[in-house]
């Protein structure tokens, strides 16, 4: 059974930075894409990045762009999200995400994901 589990979340100020974590486990993930999504009060959930576990392809929401990066550690099972320059509009539940369809052209879609984790709050105070 697949299990994503996201740490990191929390209150930081207008420009700051946090560092999400999601550990995986249940399957060997090589072939999947992992994403973060995030789902603000009263709004759709929403893509922010994808990383193709395989190839290393990285996937960006236009939003984010240039102050979040996406990366993963093979031997942890493990993504991150590096978030910098936090802005108000950031404050949102981030969420992790695997899609185990290789080569999927819809890893922006979060119908595209089966397996979702918890969720952890951010919060970017202004």
């Known amino acids: 059974q697949v299990q994503l589990v996201e740490s990191g979340g929390g209150l930081v100020q207008a420009g700051g930075s946090l560092r999400l974590s999601c550990a995986a486990s249940?399957?060997?993930?090589?072939?999947?894409?992992m994403g973060w999504f995030r789902q603000a009060p009263g709004k759709e959930r929403e893509f922010v990045a994808a990383?193709?576990?395989?190839?290393?392809?990285?996937y960006y929401a236009d939003s984010v762009k240039g102050r979040f990066t996406i990366s993963r550690d093979n031997a942890k099972n493990t993504v991150y999200l590096q978030m910098n320059i936090l802005k108000p509009e950031d404050t949102a539940v981030y969420y992790c995400?695997?899609?185990?369809?290789?080569?999927?052209?819809?890893?922006?879609?979060?119908?595209?994901?089966?397996?979702w984790g918890q969720g952890t709050q951010v919060t970017v105070s202004s």
């Open positions: 995400a695997a899609d185990p369809r290789v080569g999927s052209p819809y890893l922006r879609s979060a119908f595209e994901y089966d397996y």
């Open positions: 249940g399957r060997t993930f090589t072939s999947y894409v």
């Open positions: 990383i193709r576990w395989l190839s290393g392809a990285i």
